[in-house]
């Protein structure tokens, strides 16, 4: 597994390595240039600083080594010509120099390296002085040496400051994670608030949302449990109930009279359990279904025909305005759950509907033409205004509902129009109610 420290340990250790590197190449260069000027400035003052007696002309046998030259540097060779080409005095043996170079300063290359020359006419003689290359190279990187010896010095302690520095930077997180591995599984409570370095302060942010997050999905997963087992107590007890009175039943009639009701609590509570099993894939920590784009006019009017024979049955009338052929309306969620919830609101005017009432659903743009609204109304009892913030809580019935009812109808309605961003509004429609389902298009 990688390192954070060690990752930035080697990156600025090697920062500091190419630095010093770079700075002792500039710092060389430099130290080169000045080596250069100095040597020729030298080379210059060495050939006018010759005796004088040069500027005559010469006569045999004025060869050998002059007093004057005899502490002349060992690296540098000079080299005199008269004015016919006889070489008059030179310094030491050398390697082969081109005789009378062109005056002023120039480089010739040998086989024993590179040099640098520096000729001068004196009256009829000429002058030449010559010097490796190699001693001005010399003498630069001594003196790039004296100016990088303190960094080379200074960088142990320069490396011990930069891990000093890292792990004390680091130091914040390495307590996160001791503070996270000491909880168990229970333990959900937010990070202790300490001052931290602003890099790592949203991820401690960003950990104390993950927990409130996980404890509020744990905290209502709780809950479900607890109302599924609340709400399946009941039907199980009645079916208790009415299994032993089909054991006890004397004769056929009584018999078939307590199957039959076995059979309508047995239908109860398939249909509870299955709004529970609804309500459980709404929960805020399961995985939502992609989300399409759905015709709302379509999946209405499919809905319609399907709640048809139920609402007959009941002698109600159902319909849909406009019909399929209507101006589509299209929003973007899960076909499956927006039909459920239609299901669920017609369901719910269905039982609280007498015989002859009436059903209308229409779906429209709302308007500030930015939205789209499925709308349902009856001309029912409606809901009283004071119990119209409650009717969405889960198991909550109204006052004189009808038996048969779970109580999670409108409550699965209100969490998928919370997962599709959508909201519900309750209005008075005359008689009855009227409930707009309200999306963004």
Not at 1 to 7: D, F, L, N, P
């Amino acid at each position: 597994m990688r390192s954070i420290q060690r990752t930035l340990l080697a990156w600025l250790a090697a920062g500091l390595v190419a630095g010093i590197a770079i700075a002792t190449a500039l710092i060389y260069g430099q130290a080169r240039q000045e080596a250069n000027a100095l040597f020729d400035y030298q080379m210059k003052q060495m050939a006018a600083a010759l005796p004088s007696q040069f500027a005559n002309p010469l006569a045999p046998p004025f060869v050998g080594a002059p007093g004057d030259l005899a502490h002349a540097d060992e690296d540098v060779v000079i080299h005199i010509w008269d004015g016919s080409g006889r070489s008059l005095y030179l310094s030491h043996s050398h390697p082969a120099l081109p005789a009378r170079a062109e005056l002023g300063f120039s480089n010739v290359t040998t086989q024993q390296g590179e040099w640098r020359l520096y000729s001068m006419q004196l009256g009829p003689a000429v002058v030449q002085i010559a010097q490796p290359m190699s001693a001005r190279r010399t003498l630069a990187a001594r003196m790039a040496l004296r100016t990088v010896a303190p960094l080379l010095l200074l960088l142990p302690l320069l490396g011990w400051l930069v891990w000093m520095a890292v792990g004390r930077g680091l130091r914040p997180l390495r307590e996160i994670a001791t503070e996270v591995r000491a909880r168990d599984a229970n333990t959900l409570a937010p990070l202790a608030v300490r001052p931290m370095p602003d890099e790592i302060a949203p991820l401690s942010a960003a950990l104390n949302q993950l927990l409130a997050r996980l404890s509020h999905a744990i905290d209502t997963q709780r809950a479900f449990v607890a109302d599924a087992a609340h709400a399946l107590r009941t039907p199980l007890t009645a079916l208790q109930l009415q299994a032993q009175l089909v054991e006890r039943a004397d004769d056929g009639a009584a018999r078939d009279e307590a199957i039959a009701k076995l059979r309508q609590g047995l239908e109860r509570l398939t249909h509870l359990v299955t709004q529970l099993l609804t309500l459980a894939r709404q929960e805020p920590g399961a995985a939502p279904p992609p989300h399409e784009p759905v015709e709302l006019h379509q999946l209405a009017a499919a809905v319609v025909a399907e709640m048809a024979q139920a609402a007959l049955d009941r002698d109600i009338d159902l319909g849909l305005d406009g019909g399929a052929d209507a101006t589509p309306a299209v929003v973007r969620g899960d076909a499956d759950a927006l039909r459920i919830l239609l299901t669920n609101l017609l369901d719910n005017a269905l039982a609280y509907i007498p015989a002859g009432g009436r059903i209308d659903v229409a779906v429209r743009r709302g308007a500030d033409a930015r939205s789209v609204e499925l709308v349902v109304s009856d001309n029912g009892p409606g809901i009283p205004a004071e119990e119209r913030a409650r009717v969405f809580d889960r198991f909550y019935r109204v006052a004189d509902a009808p038996t048969g009812g779970s109580g999670l109808g409108l409550a699965i309605v209100a969490e998928i129009a919370q997962s599709h961003g959508a909201r519900i509004v309750l209005e008075d429609a005359g008689p009855g109610l009227r409930v707009r389902v309200v999306f963004r298009a």
